[in-house]
C-alpha cells in the first residue's frame, strides 16, 4: 500500500473559497501533505475566514499567506511540492498565468491543475458575458500548454449543491420556481465533495496527464424539470413553474450591467440550452466514472 510519505505533495491556490474548502478536505482526506497558499488575514478579514483557517491547521493543513505576485515566495513553495492546484474563483482567473510563470521557473511540478471545474469551454460557444469569462480559463489553458507544464484540465461541469440551491431555493419559503427555457435541457450535476474526491485522484493517474477528464455520470443527468418533481415528491408539495424563455434571457444578459450579465448567461447556457449535454464523448475523451468506477 502507498505510504503517506511516497504521496505527492499537493498546494492549493484559493484553498479557502467556496469549492476550494471542498478541495483541501479532499487531499487531506486522502492522505496527502496539503498546502494552502491563502491571501493574508487581515483585521478587516470576514469571521469565516479565520474559522476556515483555524479548521485548515487543525487537520494538519500547512497555510502560506501571501499575493499572487510575490513571484519568488510562490516559487519555493512550489519547490517543496509536486502537484499544484488552482481553485481561485472569477475575476481571478488570469491572475494565474503568474502561478504559470512561477511554475516554469520552479521546474519540478509534476502535475498542475487550473481553476476549471465548470463546463468544458472549448466545446460551448454561450452568450457573450460568458463568453468573455470563459475565455479567460481558455488563455489559462494555452499558457499552460505553451509552458509544457504537465496538466490535467477538469470539466466537472455543475456544482450540483450550489445549483440545486439556485434553481430549488430550499431554504427559503416560496410556491414558485424558476425555470430557464423549457426545462427540457439535460444538465450534469455533481456534487462538490464528488468532485474534489475525484480530482484527487486525478493528479496521480498516469492516464490523465496532458488530458482534459469530463465528470459526466449517467446517474447525474438530469433536467431542471426532472429535478423539481423529485423536490416535489420528496417535500410532498407543488411548485408553480414560472418559465424565463430563452429569448428573455438573451435580452437580459444584453441589458443587466457587469457583472449581473454573466449569472444570467451561464443559466442560458447550462440550463436553456443544455451545453454541458451539447457534445457527445469520443473514443478519446476521458469520462471520469469510467476511470473511478467506484
Not at 513553495?77 to 498565468?97: C, E, G, M, R
Not at 509544457?148 to 466537472?156: G, N, Q, R
Not at 440551491?165 to 444538465?187: C, F, I, M, Q, T
Not at 418533481?229 to 424563455?245: A, D, G, M, N, Y
Request: proline share 6%.
Amino acid at each position: 500500500m502507498e505510504g503517506e510519505n511516497t504521496k505527492p505533495k499537493i498546494l492549493i491556490f484559493g484553498g479557502t473559497g467556496y469549492f476550494g474548502k471542498y478541495m483541501v478536505k479532499a487531499s487531506v482526506s486522502s492522505g496527502h501533505k496539503t498546502f494552502v497558499y491563502a491571501r493574508p488575514v487581515t483585521q478587516n478579514s470576514r469571521p469565516s475566514k479565520l474559522e476556515i483557517h483555524k479548521e485548515f491547521q487543525g487537520i494538519g493543513v500547512t497555510i502560506i499567506e501571501g499575493e499572487l505576485d510575490e513571484h519568488e515566495k510562490i516559487v519555493s513553495i512550489l519547490k517543496q511540492v509536486d502537484v499544484v492546484i488552482s481553485t481561485v474563483a472569477y475575476p481571478k482567473f488570469l491572475d494565474q498565468l503568474k502561478i504559470v510563470h512561477a511554475i516554469k521557473v520552479a521546474g519540478n511540478i509534476k502535475r498542475f491543475l487550473p481553476s476549471e471545474f465548470g463546463c468544458e469551454e472549448d466545446r460551448v460557444r454561450p452568450l457573450p458575458p460568458f463568453e468573455a469569462y470563459l475565455e479567460k480559463k481558455r488563455i489559462v489553458r494555452r499558457a499552460i500548454e505553451a509552458a509544457k507544464i504537465p496538466y490535467t484540465f477538469v470539466s466537472a461541469n455543475l456544482y450540483g449543491a450550489y445549483f440545486v440551491n439556485v434553481l430549488l431555493r430550499p431554504s427559503e419559503s416560496h410556491d414558485d420556481v424558476v425555470v430557464y427555457g423549457s426545462g427540457e435541457a439535460k444538465a450534469v450535476f455533481n456534487y462538490e465533495e464528488d468532485i474534489a474526491k475525484c480530482t484527487i485522484k486525478v493528479i496521480n493517474d498516469p492516464r490523465t496527464c496532458n488530458r482534459i477528464v469530463i465528470y459526466r455520470p449517467q446517474t447525474n443527468i438530469i433536467s431542471q424539470l426532472e429535478l423539481i418533481s423529485l423536490w416535489e415528491q420528496k417535500t410532498r408539495r407543488s411548485f408553480k413553474r414560472v418559465h424565463i424563455s430563452d429569448e428573455e434571457l438573451v435580452k437580459l444578459s444584453q441589458t443587466l450591467p457587469p457583472p449581473e450579465d454573466i449569472p444570467i448567461s451561464i443559466m442560458h447556457s447550462l440550463f436553456a440550452k443544455g451545453d454541458s449535454m451539447n457534445f457527445e464523448l469520443g473514443e478519446d475523451d476521458i469520462e471520469a466514472s469510467k476511470l473511478y468506477p467506484d
